[in-house]
Nanobody, 123 residues
Framework: EVQLVESGGVLVQPGGSLRVSCAAS????????MSWVRQAPGKGLEWVSG????????GYADSVKGRFTISRDNDKNAVYLQMNSLKSEDTAVYYC????????????????WGQGTQVTVSS
């Protein structure tokens, strides 16, 4: 059974930092591109960041570039998103998603999804 389980979402103050994690199982993790996709209240899905299967190539949405860092550990079947200088507009449910081979900026391209973790940025 394929599983993607996110964790680490909490309430954090503006300007703060947070790392969310995603644990994968049930598929060959090292063959899949991984992304973080978020959904803010009342809005659609927004691709945030992606990483290739080997971890050597990453991409970011303009809205988070320079503030967020994606990484992965293929030995642990995990992907992470380090979020710094958080803003209120980063408030959203954050999902990790898996796509065979290369990641994509199109949420419709993904094969597997987690259940999401809530990140709230507020004072």
């Amino acid at each position: 059974e394929v599983q993607l389980v996110e964790s680490g979402g909490v309430l954090v103050q503006p300007g703060g930092s947070l790392r969310v994690s995603c644990a994968a199982s049930g598929f060959t993790f090292s063959s899949y591109g991984m992304s973080w996709v978020r959904q803010a209240p009342g809005k659609g899905l927004e691709w945030v960041s992606g990483i290739n299967p080997g971890g050597g190539s990453t991409g970011y949405a303009d809205s988070v570039k320079g503030r967020f860092t994606i990484s992965r550990d293929n030995d642990k079947n995990a992907v992470y998103l380090q979020m710094n200088s958080l803003k209120s507009e980063d408030t959203a449910v954050y999902y990790c998603a898996a796509k065979y081979y290369r990641p994509s900026t199109n949420a419709d391209d993904y094969d597997y999804w987690g259940q999401g973790t809530q990140v709230t940025v507020s004072s």
